[in-house]
Structure formats: C-alpha cells, structure tokens
C-alpha cells in the first residue's frame, strides 16, 4: 500500500498475546476495541481479535496485534489488502503519507483442523502539527495593537496556545492573538505552540519581535565656535530603531539627511542650526536646535535637545552649505 513501510518480519507462526492469555485462564473476556472490526469465524470454535490504537500518526512507528484463543495458530495479516507473511501476530508499521483511514485484516489458521477465521480493523490517520509558524508584522509600534496568526499542517485538526515573554500560556485564542507593546519594550518574544487535537502530539514555533523605539537622545555635533572662510561638519544624531530620517536647516537653508558642512562667508554673532529627526516606522519626531558662535562674538553657544522655536538673524551673510548626506 502506498505510504506505508514495510512491516517488520516476527516470524509466521505464534501463541496467544501473553495479555490475552491470561484472560481467557482467569475466565474472562478481554475488552478490545471494536471500532470498524468485523470479524468472520468460518466455523471456528476460536476469539479472534486485533489489539491496537484506533489511531496512528504519519511518520511515526505504530504497531497492531492480534490474538486469538487457540493453542496452535498460524497468523496472517495485512494493510488495505497488501499482504505481510511472515510477521507472526504482531504487525510494525510506519505511515509515510496521509490518508483518511486504512484497513488492518488479520487470518487466523488452526494448525490441526486448518480451519480459517479473519478479522478486520479500521484505523484513522492522522497528521501533524507539521510546518508550524507565526504571520505578522516584522516591527511593533508601541501602545499599538498588532496581531499574529499561527498556522500549522494538521490532521484532523489542531489546538493553538500562545505564550507573550515569560508569561503563561493563553488559550481560547484560537490561531490569533493580538499583542500591545510598551514604551519600554525593546523587543517581544511571542510563541504559538499547535497540538493535534486527536494524538495530544505538539511543536511550537518563536518569534522575536522588535519593538520600535525613539527618536531620543537626539544631538549635533560639532564646533561651538567657527571662524569665517572656513569649512565645518556638523552631524546630527539619535537613538532610534529601526533607523530614523533627518532633515536638517542652517538659519531657514534645509538640506535632507544628517550631516552638514558649511562656511561662513560674512561676519556675524551666530547661526542657527536645526535638526529633526522621524522615526521610519512609527513616525515620531524629535528636533535638537545648536547655536554656534563665530570667531569674536561673545556670545555663549547652547544647544537646546526640546522642539522650540529658533530666533534666527536677519539674513545679512552669505551662508554656503557646500555638502549634505542622508542617512
């Protein structure tokens, strides 16, 4: 039959299943299950039953038994009518792909009458959880609501809790759970474990998920003294993830990215430089403000981290803003 290996070989001929033995000794009948066993005597004056689960799983090994109340018998059994001599009374098996259901029949001839007797067995397959996994987002904003699906290849079907962090494990979710992450959250680790409703068999699948922060800590760099006629860098910084987009002014002249050279053409007491920094993902913004003096001026530079408004001077130089690059 396709998708089953080939028994195990236990040899041709075999007693009674120790089990079933002494039940017949004590005088009792042994309680067998009889979903979808039928059995024909063909005059036998003999039990004959198949001992087993009424279920196996695809890829994993399994085995079926049968007994019967007679000294001296020979065993013959099979699945869905694929023959297996030579096995004795016990039938090793392993499923390798899924189907609904298969048939396990077991003969029974008596060694001295050569009388016959056949029962049968129906099993259900089952399979999985296979290929288990979590769909969603990459990236969490915080204090926003953000839903993961778990999926897994099961059959007949599969059960699904879910675990946030270290917490406990949350069920009555079904394959979907909806998480809200902190301010001060970096990242959130979130698992989906899929059990087979039918087997109780499980796998889990993990996430780690990051958690966008920032903009914060935003600063420029550079002198807070310059000289006229001479070139200088300044760069803007933040901590930010995932990375951040900056827009960056001179005195009203904006440039897009984070870094900044310029010169200084005319005198003057200062300029103004702004930086403003938004978050790719979440789109938070943060702007620093850096005033910086020239050569002469008595004026005390300061650097300001806080979004306010810039007094900027009247435009009575030439500022060259000679490079700028993003990010």
């Known amino acids: ?176 759970i909806s998480i809200n992450p902190r301010e001060e959250d970096d990242y959130k680790t979130l698992v989906c474990k899929a059990t087979n409703s039918v087997s109780g068999l499980f796998v889990a699948a993990t996430r780690n998920i990051a958690v966008a922060t920032g903009p914060s800590e935003i600063l420029i760099k550079g002198p807070d003294v310059i000289a006229i006629d001479e070139q200088y860098k300044f760069e803007c910084t933040s901590e930010c993830r995932p990375s951040c987009r900056y827009v960056s002014s001179v005195d009203g002249q904006t440039v897009r990215g984070s870094v900044i050279e310029l010169t200084v053409e005319h005198p003057l007491k200062s300029i103004t430089i702004k930086c403003e920094a938004q978050n790719t993902a979440s789109r938070k913004t943060a702007t620093a403000l850096k005033t910086v003096r020239l050569t002469g001026s008595d004026r005390n530079p300061s650097t300001r981290p806080e979004e306010t408004s810039a007094v900027l001077l009247p435009p009575l130089l030439a500022l060259i803003i000679s490079a700028a690059y993003a990010l």
Not at 126 to 134: D, F, K, Q, Y
Request: a neutral charge; glycine letters at 10%.
């Open 1 to 176: 039959m396709d998708g089953i290996r080939k028994p195990k070989q236990h040899g041709g001929r075999s007693n009674c299943g120790r089990l079933l033995l002494l039940l017949f000794l004590a005088g009792l009948q042994p309680v067998l299950s009889t979903d979808g066993e039928t059995s024909e005597t063909g005059g036998l004056q003999f039990d004959i039953a198949i001992i087993g689960p009424d279920y196996v799983t695809v890829g994993v090994p399994s085995s079926i038994e049968c007994a019967a109340d007679c000294t001296s018998c020979t065993f013959s059994m099979s699945l869905d009518g694929q023959s297996a001599q030579g096995q004795g009374n016990v039938l090793a098996f392993t499923i390798n792909s899924w189907t609904e259901a298969f048939t396990v029949a077991c003969t029974v001839t008596d060694d001295k009458t050569l009388q016959t007797a056949t029962t049968t067995k129906k099993l259900k397959v089952l399979a999985g959880p296979a290929n288990v996994s979590i769909s969603g987002p990459n990236l969490m904003n915080p204090t926003v609501s953000h839903t993961y699906s778990c999926h897994a290849y099961c059959r007949p079907s599969c059960n699904y809790t879910w675990r946030i962090d270290k917490g406990a494990w949350i069920g009555g979710q079904g394959n979907v």
